[in-house]
């Protein structure tokens, strides 16, 4: 059996249906085993003997919808493509605090990773100023940004630009959450 991990998009936490015991609720009836969440955002962990992860995807976001009225996405990615990333270490030497946040796109259309894997030169535009650091990790599939929080208001404008860009089946992590979810599911 695999392990995978399902990305959420667009989970509230204070949403009465959206919460962690609900969400596994979900994965166990389609008969995932070891299902687990980490954080309250949306990060399920689980394995399937299901190898093909767009048919997963389908199956988890047509239940979503189904059963509890969540029609935000679901991006999966396998354990061994996210113990990779942290492997690659994209953000060696950086930390994530209170002035900068490391934050990890991941992208499930093809074409907006099409677009992504272009040099930044050749994006539709620039994101915002309060980013820097922005690359593309291929082999994830995921974009990397470096926000900086040092000024007032919220970078915001770089998540507009990322939607923009890539379209909206992308959602958005932390690397402090994305350390968390490969934990877990090395500990499942």
């Known amino acids: 059996?695999?392990?995978?991990?399902?990305l959420l998009r667009g989970i509230t936490p204070s949403n009465p249906n959206m919460t962690n015991d609900k969400l596994r609720g979900v994965f166990e009836g389609l008969g995932l085993g070891d299902v687990?969440?980490?954080?309250?955002?949306?990060?399920?962990?689980f394995r399937s003997a299901e190898s093909d992860v767009p048919v997963l995807e389908e199956r988890i976001q047509a239940a979503l919808v189904r059963e509890l009225g969540i029609?935000?996405?679901?991006i999966i990615r396998e354990h061994a493509e996210l113990r990779a990333l942290l492997d690659r270490d994209p953000f060696a030497g950086l930390s994530h605090d209170r002035s900068t946040y490391l934050?990890?796109?991941?992208?499930k259309d093809r074409a907006a990773v099409k677009v992504a894997a272009a040099a930044p030169e050749h994006w539709p535009e620039r994101p915002d100023p309060l980013t820097r650091g922005l690359g593309y990790d291929p082999a994830a599939r995921v974009i990397l940004a470096v926000l900086d929080n040092t000024t007032t208001g919220t970078p915001s404008g770089v998540?507009?630009?990322?939607e923009k860009t890539c379209g909206k089946d992308i959602t958005t992590r932390t690397w402090l959450t994305v350390q968390r979810i490969v934990r877990?599911?090395?500990s499942a």
């Open 71 to 74: 029609g935000g996405g679901t």
């Open 1 to 6: 059996m695999g392990r995978y991990a399902a």
């Open 184 to 186: 877990k599911m090395e």
């Open 159 to 162: 998540m507009s630009w990322l």
């Open 36 to 45: 687990t969440s980490v954080l309250a955002s949306g990060n399920i962990v």
């Open 103 to 107: 934050t990890v796109t991941f992208l």
